[in-house]
């Protein structure tokens, strides 16, 4: 099965917005897959920050809550993370991630899209 593959990152100042992008074909909703953001920022441990599941439930990490927004397009097994006012402390490696549905442990990730947030 091929990984999520991410596109969208890049720098960006701080209040801005980027839309990142995720093709999820390889891990896609009509076999029961479910999908979120993950990042890793330098010198912290690996956060999950968004997760949609196929009923459209969103969950999301205290830290991008109202700023973040996760959707997917269930057609073509594409997932988006919107992010808003972006902070400096953003800056990380994003990936997205595959997980089946009836459990909450992600099993795949992407190779990564880099978000730089400048002061």
């Known amino acids: 099965q091929a990984p999520p593959k991410e596109s969208g990152g890049g720098p960006v100042e701080a209040g801005g917005s980027l839309l990142l992008s995720c093709s999820a074909s390889g891990y896609p909703t009509k076999w029961a897959y479910c999908h979120g953001w993950v990042r890793q920022r330098q010198g912290y441990e690996r956060e999950e920050i968004a997760d949609?599941?196929?009923?459209?439930?969103?969950t999301y990490a205290d830290s991008v809550r109202g700023r973040f927004t996760i959707t997917k397009d269930y057609v073509k097994d594409m997932v988006y993370l919107r992010m808003t006012n972006l902070k400096p402390e953003d800056t990380a490696m994003y990936y997205c991630a595959a997980r089946r549905c009836r459990e909450r442990t992600y099993i795949r990730w992407g190779q990564g899209t880099q978000v730089t947030v400048s002061p």
């Open positions: 949609i599941d196929n009923a459209q439930q969103t």
